[in-house]
């Protein structure tokens, strides 16, 4: 061998040698990085090479695939979309994915390792299977009792069956269709930016990631630390409370909304036609840490929520004077709170003071109907005792048979609800939000089978309309109604 040819070789194997350090570099510390990049398209191909698994309401799907012909075989189809869109999110070959389409995506793709019936083989051969199914907990007809109620309002929706955490009901009004964005080109990109642009915000899940000033309805978080302190013993004992109320180191006085008479009334009369003054006051002489403490015992100022999409935190201040405490017992100052959130609150009441995990996903099969995951019902919270529970179950009830919320009431049912009118904006001049929170016991029953929240952000409603016992209360009555019918009836 000559010295070219030897040279020639060298150089050759120091070629070799590099490609295969930079492949090992490649496939050994830069590949994640590779694949998370947005101008891999082999991810993405890959992602909608076969159907994804469905989302089922009651066993019926409510999503699909459609095949393109194209590239990316496969886009998402969704049947009654704007219905379910608070549920189920989107699946875009552009944008991503939300909610349940996000937070399952592993298991509707089929990526999960969980889905692997022989986890070796896949590994090997790289290797995808079909997609498994997402089982919801929504009760279809919960869930068009409360979209139908909203009937294109801005406002919101949570039903929970108190007694498990279930999620019977999440909906959120305006809303939209998930397919308008789910594939490629011109057509998706338009309603995405038409989507995003809009003031009206319908692709913003109000049930779980939009907070209001939860307004009276914060009574009965206050109502409970009243009655769990030992500070209330008797519910229909005359208080000491003037009408208007001089927050504590101002002089601001609080006054209440209506003709109804407040001064000294007992919590039992102040709960049922819902006077301010007095629970301001309560508030007050309760102070921050007795307030605070109990709203977190109902799952306020908690940033771990999952159901399994996050839920947005509901808040109470831990730094307030006493004036400031007094607003929040009233659901003003800082207070905000989801509508998932207040439906936990009439929940937790409703179930004798057990405040159960709310949750989404019932369980998750794969592709041949195997169930891989199913979810337990789970303590939260002993929100209160059930002494307790009973004596605020007495406050909400007369709340429907005799006080602001008589058009929830059910004739078969007991019925139990809070009504609130939250105001909010610059020195309150903001359209009041209606609220009404509420549960249902079936005749007989110690324990309630729904419980809901409503909010309905009625912005073209004159102002003096404006309440939660008129325009929130027929809301959680149908769905409350939807859930106790028979399906056959």
């Avoid at 994804?52 to 049947?79: E, F, K, M, N, W």
């Amino acid at each position: 061998m000559n010295r070219c040819v030897r040279h020639a070789a060298a150089f050759c194997a120091l070629l070799l040698a590099a490609l295969l350090l930079n492949a090992g570099r490649v496939q050994l510390v830069r590949a994640s990085a590779f694949d998370a990049s947005p101008a891999n398209r082999r991810t993405l191909v890959a992602l909608y090479a076969q159907p994804r698994g469905d989302i089922l309401v009651a066993g019926v799907p409510v999503t699909g695939s459609r095949a393109t012909g194209g590239q990316l075989r496969y886009v998402r189809t969704y049947a009654e979309g704007p219905l379910y869109a608070p549920v189920t999110g989107f699946a875009s070959q552009t944008y991503g994915a939300t909610l349940l389409e996000g937070t399952e995506d592993g298991l509707l793709d089929g990526s999960d390792p969980a889905l692997h019936e022989t986890p070796l083989w896949s590994e090997i051969t790289g290797a995808r299977p079909r997609g498994g199914a997402v089982f919801t907990t929504v009760d279809p007809a919960a869930q068009r009792a409360a979209y139908d109620g909203l009937a294109g309002r801005r406002g919101a929706v949570a039903a929970l069956d108190p007694v498990t955490g279930r999620i019977l009901a999440l909906v959120s009004s305006p809303s939209y269709d998930p397919a308008l964005v789910a594939g490629t080109g011109r057509a998706a990109t338009e309603a995405w930016t038409r989507l995003t642009a809009d003031g009206e915000q319908p692709m913003l899940d109000r049930a779980i990631r939009q907070t209001y000033p939860p307004g009276s309805t914060f009574k009965v978080v206050t109502a409970a630390a009243a009655l769990e302190s030992g500070m209330v013993t008797d519910l229909r004992a005359r208080t000491d409370s003037p009408d208007p109320y001089r927050l504590p180191g101002t002089t601001v006085d609080l006054a209440n909304e209506g003709d109804e008479e407040c001064r000294d009334a007992s919590v039992y009369d102040a709960f049922r036609v819902s006077c301010n003054t007095v629970f301001a006051k309560l508030g007050a002489d309760l102070g921050p840490s007795g307030v605070l403490t109990q709203a977190e015992r109902f799952g306020f100022n908690d940033t771990r929520l999952r159901i399994p999409p996050s839920v947005a935190k509901s808040n109470v201040d831990t730094l307030m004077g006493r004036d400031q405490v007094a607003l929040s017992s009233i659901g003003q100052f800082d207070t905000t709170a989801t509508p998932l959130q207040m439906a936990m609150v009439a929940a937790a009441v409703g179930n004798g003071g057990r405040l159960m995990t709310p949750y989404l996903v019932d369980r998750v099969t794969n592709h041949s109907g195997v169930t891989v995951a199913t979810t337990r019902p789970r303590l939260l919270h002993q929100a209160v005792s059930a002494r307790t529970a009973a004596r605020l179950q007495e406050l909400m009830e007369a709340v429907v048979t005799r006080g602001t919320g008589t058009n929830a009431a059910l004739p078969d049912a007991v019925v139990g609800g809070k009504t609130g009118t939250a105001q909010h904006g610059l020195a309150n001049t903001g359209t009041p939000y209606a609220w009404f929170i509420s549960y249902a016991k079936p005749a007989g029953s110690t324990r309630a089978s729904v419980a809901v929240a409503v909010v309905v952000e009625d912005a073209d409603a004159v102002r003096a309309d404006i309440s939660g016992g008129g325009n929130a209360a027929p809301i959680a009555r149908a769905v409350m109604r939807a859930v106790l019918t028979p399906p056959d009836n």
